[in-house]
């Protein structure tokens, strides 16, 4: 005898529910050892070159860390994203939305740092290839996605403004 499919779960919460807040998180979890896969090979390389901008020598696993990394990130983030999964339902906590809102702005700043050293600064005796130049736009450009949904788990963890502004309309 075949019984019809209970759409509640064992939780009390209906099961794409729970299946979505799983998915959302197996897939923020990759998204997460992406960037500290990333950011545990960048940073030693970016003091490196900061010190001593001509001694750089440019190592072929540096290279492949980094788009592994950026692969894991991008897959995960853009998966999320045409799956439409929705934020679970969190429990408020505006310290903790705080921590993470913080996280997310200190991973920005290396980010730029980063881009401002290579793209602005530009000194001479830091020589990379263009392919190398391409590594790091793409890797910015993980680390922007992941930044934007660590602002949104953050927000969503400190919960709606209770005087109903939003940042921008506090700028008017």
Same mark, same amino acid.
């Given at each position: ?25 197996? #897939?923020? %979890?990759?998204?997460?050892?992406? &960037? @500290?896969?990333?950011?545990? +090979?960048?940073?030693? =390389?970016?003091?490196?070159? $900061? ?15 980094? #788009?592994? %990394?950026?692969?894991?990130?991008? &897959? @995960?983030?853009?998966?999320? +994203?045409?799956?439409? =999964?929705?934020?679970?339902? $969190? ?82």
């Amino acid at each position: 005898m075949i019984e019809p499919h209970d759409p509640i779960g064992a939780s009390g919460r209906p099961s794409h529910i729970v299946g979505d807040a799983s998915r959302y998180f197996f #897939l923020f %979890a990759m998204q997460t050892i992406g &960037a @500290a896969i990333l950011f545990w +090979h960048v940073v030693p =390389l970016f003091r490196q070159v $900061l010190l001593d901008p001509g001694g750089h020598v440019a190592r072929p696993e540096n290279l492949i860390w980094s #788009l592994s %990394a950026i692969a894991l990130m991008q &897959a @995960a983030y853009w998966i999320r +994203h045409r799956l439409r =999964l929705p934020l679970p339902q $969190l429990l408020r906590n505006a310290l903790f939305g705080h921590v993470v809102l913080f996280v997310t702005r200190m991973s920005f700043v290396l980010a730029t740092s980063i881009f401002g050293f290579v793209f602005i600064v530009r000194r001479p005796e830091f020589q990379i290839t263009t392919s190398r130049y391409f590594a790091v736009i793409i890797g910015l450009f993980a680390l922007f996605c992941y930044v934007q949904e660590l602002e949104r788990l953050g927000r969503a963890l400190i919960g709606p403004d209770p005087e109903g502004t939003t940042s921008t309309s506090r700028l008017k």
